[in-house]
């Protein structure tokens, strides 16, 4: 069980121990931007790897893309975003302090309120009498913003050379999609995948890294015949998995979220589509494979009046963070919106042809997991964050982090300096497999003290008898166990410790401790 603490204690964690730093900090920083220190960039890389195995490299029908941050201008007009990106603003008369409407409408008021445009936040602000929280001014009149970042494309700065850093990943999946059909030979259902930054110059950043003005995400858009929206071929491996629900009805008659089967989900009619479910309980599984806690997960659907106008149906997948549940991923069934505006604008064929009914379709997305990085990297530092009072051998924090996503997966030390040579031998044989540290300052137990706050989960001692037995010492950082193991076994029991083929007694001679 994780240990609950704050967002901020969690940002002082993170700059401490090098995970992360806010951005320029000398200068005296810039609001919503973060910089990953050494531990954090081996840690997004990871996360980052881990979601590419999981949704790309280990499926047939998954293809990835690396799109460009800046496309054509038009993009975005057809996408929609010029004209609708947009987040209601709020700003106190006196202080001049801006706030997202609808965010302070929640936080006020404890309502859903994604969505709601100006003139339903003027009436909630007028209403309920909402001044400004930091100085108790009245706000002004709520009216929108656009969150898109402009630049200008060459030399000089005109209305002709306008360009937009994107504000999400999934446009470029559409714009090359008969490329990308065509050159992985792609048939229905498959999907594209894309890992890459995006930017939106939100109102009031905050939460840390969880609403950033640079961000990364991890996205696919996934294609099907439009007929076929409950034709799902791996429902089978999801039917069983639980999930908490928290369907629209739910929401609107008070009710709280309810754990149950996505097969139940989909035969009461909770979730419309058999793809939807298949997609929503994959995410959540994915999450759960790298050792997050399942039970704080759960997935909202989208209220009608806070859908986009597009989407057929919208779940998010939430976490309970200790600022409340938020969003992680938001999951549309897009339907053939986003092809059929590339088609009017770009005036280009992107239909694919029915082989079996000989006519031309467009498909539809059935459901865009779209996952923000930075957000899954809070997850895990979430769920990992122990610290025990009450344990008085440990009175540190253990970051228990899922050894496949841990930036340092083994420390090696020399119990004393000299033996410093034999274990730079075991370093050097190890390093090009796994992410090591070797460490030989200070006492063993200050160096197990350091490894742990930083999540290493495997410790490997050389001590006096290692160069009679040929063996060290293997320290597991969740159990404090330890194994002796030869050192002609060390790179494969590690393997198999990392990636959970064995258990860890199960790995050595148990070393009884006193
Ligand atoms: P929110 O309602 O929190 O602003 P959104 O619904 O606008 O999010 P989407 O457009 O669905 O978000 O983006 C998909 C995902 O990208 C989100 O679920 C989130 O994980 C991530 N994301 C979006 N905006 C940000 C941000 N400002 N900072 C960090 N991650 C973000």
Known sequence: M???????????????????????EIYGGISGFFDYGPLGS?????????????HVQDREDIVGIDGSIITHPKVWVASGHVENFEDVML?????????????????????????????????????????????????????????????????????DSVA??????????????????????????????????????EISPRNFLFRCREFEQMEIEYFIHPEKSNDCPFLKSVESHEIFVWSEEMQKKKQKEKKMKIKEALEKGIIKTAW????????????????????????????????????????????????GWKELQGMANRT????????????????????????KIVPHVVAEPSQGVDRAFLVMMFDAY???????????????????????????????????????????????????????????????ARADEIGIPYCVTFDFDSREDKSVTIRDRDSTKQVRVKIEDLKNTLYQLIVGEIEFEKAGKLIKQK
């Open 91 to 159: 700003e106190c008369t006196k202080c001049r302090e801006r706030y997202r409407g609808d965010v302070l409408i929640e936080d006020m008021l404890k309502i859903q309120a994604d969505g709601l445009k100006a003139d339903d936040i003027n009436k909630l602000v007028k209403q309920n009498n909402i001044n400004c929280p930091k100085c108790k001014s009245p706000l002004g009149e709520a009216a929108p913003f656009n969150l898109m970042f402009q630049t200008n494309v060459g030399p000089k700065a005109a209305k």
């Open 336 to 359: 053939d919106f986003d092809l059929q505006q590339h088609i009017k604008h770009s005036k280009k064929d992107l239909s694919l042809f029915d082989e079996q009914e000989k006519k």
């Open 386 to 448: 122990n610290q025990d009072p009450k344990d008085k051998e440990r009175d540190w924090v253990v970051l228990k982090l899922n050894p496949k996503i841990a930036p340092i997966k083994v420390g090696i030390f020399p119990l004393v300096n000299k033996l410093e040579d034999d274990a730079r031998e075991v370093y050097e044989s190890l390093k090009t497999l796994f992410t090591c540290q070797f460490d030989r300052s200070g006492a063993i137990g200050r160096r197990y």
């Open 276 to 323: 939807h479910g298949y997609w929503l309980a994959t995410e959540h599984k994915w999450f759960i494979s790298l050792g997050a806690d399942p039970d704080k997960f759960r997935i909202r659907q989208h209220l009608s009046e806070e859908k986009s106008h597009y989407a057929l149906d919208t779940w998010d997948l939430e976490y309970n963070f200790p600022f």
């Open 164 to 201: 937009y850093l994107r504000p999400e990943t999934a446009q470029v999946m559409f714009v090359d999609f008969k490329y990308i059909v065509e050159n992985a030979r792609l048939k229905l259902p498959f999907g594209i995948a894309q890992i890459g930054r995006a930017f939106r110059n």
């Open 42 to 54: 081996e840690l997004k890389n990871n996360i980052k790897q881990a979601w590419w195995k999981f």
């Open 2 to 24: 994780a240990t609950p603490i704050n967002i901020d204690k969690m940002a002082t964690f993170c700059k401490q121990k090098g995970f992360i730093y806010p951005s320029s």
